[in-house]
């Protein structure tokens, strides 16, 4: 008996203490209008109802995709999670869904169109804003997004923000050829769109494709730094996130083989060790003064440099 076709898709909904929305994630996975899909509803260890709902809706579904749901024994965090899913998906084409987050019927189609017309290895695309209320409200901050715009792989190396990560689809050859998600603060899509840009194999699709929800999950925002203490540990976070996405570029750069003379490697490794000294300045330069500063960024630029060596 013949096997059953390859799925031209596979969507992941990934949930993580979202019981008020997974709800409508999840039935818009189930309402895209394109098959055949594979559809894994994931969930990473919720304290909450998230996986008991996954659960119900996956055992009622009686539509045309292949549905399977699974729950992490531990959480993983995002980056761990995909690339635990990256192993499992049967397509080599992987659309994402939060479980907070809405997307249109059209938009796996779309997604497959642009794969097979553009030969592409990230897709990303417009979206609504909503808030926990299901309400489309204005928030377009994503709008300045590195790659929503005619970009030049030097910015791309350097920006912090290359698109909105809610309407990711990518191919895993962004694995097979790169290797997984590091497991650092690196954001996923800060990793997975500077890959992209080294193959120049990115599509920007210019519509409306998914609802993104904006004050839950990490979008939620700190609405206030005042306290001296709570500032300097947010930044002391922003930028490990920075510092871990600047070294991840570096060996990404390797892996495409980029030379090291090259000058978006040089950039990169410029601004991961200007990045170092800011993130030593908010650590060590308050507390211990200007000399304890320098010798904890020499240390720490030294290091850079030892590594990229032996590489």
Same mark, same amino acid.
């Given at each position: 008996?013949?096997?059953? /076709? #390859?799925?031209?898709? &596979?969507? !992941?909904?990934?949930?993580?203490?979202?019981?008020?929305?997974?709800? #409508?994630?999840? $039935?818009?996975?189930?309402?895209?209008?394109?098959?055949?899909?594979?559809?894994?509803?994931?969930?990473?260890? =919720?304290? *909450?109802?998230?996986?008991?709902?996954?659960?119900?809706?996956?055992?009622?579904?009686?539509?045309?995709?292949?549905?399977?749901?699974?729950?992490?024994?531990?959480?993983?965090?995002?980056?761990?999670?995909?690339? +635990?899913?990256?192993?499992?998906?049967?397509?080599?084409?992987?659309?994402?869904?939060?479980? *907070?987050?809405?997307?249109?019927?059209?938009?796996?189609?779309?997604?497959?169109?642009?794969?097979?017309?553009? *030969?592409?290895?990230?897709?990303?695309?417009?979206?609504?804003?909503?808030? =926990?209320?299901?309400?489309?409200?204005?928030?377009?901050?994503?709008?300045?997004? &590195?790659?929503?715009?005619?970009?030049?792989?030097?910015?791309?190396?350097?920006?912090?923000?290359?698109? !909105?990560?809610? &309407?990711?689809?990518?191919?895993?050859?962004?694995?097979?050829?790169?290797?997984?998600? /590091?497991?650092?603060?690196?954001?996923?899509?800060?990793?997975?769109?500077?890959?992209?840009?080294?193959?120049?194999?990115?599509?920007?699709? @210019?519509?409306?494709?998914?609802?993104?929800?904006?004050? &839950?999950?990490?979008?939620?925002?700190?609405?206030?730094?005042? @306290?001296?203490?709570?500032?300097?540990?947010?930044?002391?976070?922003?930028? @490990?996130?920075?510092?871990?996405?600047?070294?991840?570029?570096?060996? *990404?750069?390797?892996? %495409?083989?980029?030379?090291?003379?090259?000058?978006?490697? #040089?950039?990169?490794?410029?601004?991961?060790?200007? +990045?170092?000294?800011?993130? @030593?300045?908010?650590?060590?330069?308050?507390?211990?003064?200007? $000399?304890?500063?320098?010798? #904890? %960024?020499?240390?720490?630029?030294?290091?850079?440099?030892?590594?990229?060596?032996?590489?």
């Amino acid at each position: 008996m013949p096997s059953d /076709p #390859k799925p031209s898709l &596979t969507i !992941l909904v990934l949930g993580f203490n979202q019981e008020r929305f997974v709800k #409508k994630a999840v $039935q818009s996975a189930f309402d895209q209008t394109f098959t055949p899909l594979e559809i894994i509803l994931s969930d990473d260890a =919720s304290s *909450d109802g998230t996986f008991r709902i996954m659960q119900q809706m996956a055992a009622a579904y009686r539509g045309p995709h292949e549905v399977q749901c699974r729950c992490n024994p531990t959480n993983l965090g995002t980056n761990a999670h995909l690339n +635990t899913l990256n192993d499992i998906a049967k397509s080599d084409r992987v659309m994402c869904i939060a479980g *907070d987050d809405i997307a249109l019927p059209e938009r796996a189609g779309r997604v497959v169109a642009a794969f097979d017309e553009r *030969d592409a290895w990230l897709i990303h695309s417009d979206a609504d804003a909503i808030n =926990s209320s299901g309400q489309i409200v204005e928030s377009r901050e994503f709008d300045a997004a &590195t790659l929503r715009h005619p970009y030049r792989l030097e910015e791309v190396a350097l920006s912090q923000g290359l698109y !909105l990560g809610a &309407t990711v689809a990518f191919h895993r050859d962004l694995f097979r050829k790169y290797g997984p998600l /590091p497991e650092t603060p690196a954001y996923e899509d800060l990793v997975l769109g500077f890959r992209a840009a080294l193959e120049d194999r990115i599509v920007y699709l @210019d519509e409306v494709l998914i609802q993104y929800r904006v004050d &839950t999950g990490v979008s939620v925002k700190v609405e206030s730094l005042t @306290d001296v203490a709570v500032w300097r540990k947010f930044r002391q976070r922003v930028l @490990d996130r920075e510092v871990a996405v600047y070294q991840q570029r570096l060996e *990404d750069a390797d892996r %495409f083989g980029l030379e090291r003379s090259h000058r978006v490697y #040089k950039s990169i490794l410029s601004r991961l060790c200007q +990045t170092i000294a800011r993130k @030593d300045f908010h650590a060590f330069g308050f507390m211990q003064g200007p $000399q304890a500063f320098g010798t #904890k %960024f020499t240390a720490a630029v030294s290091e850079v440099i030892r590594r990229v060596k032996r590489r």
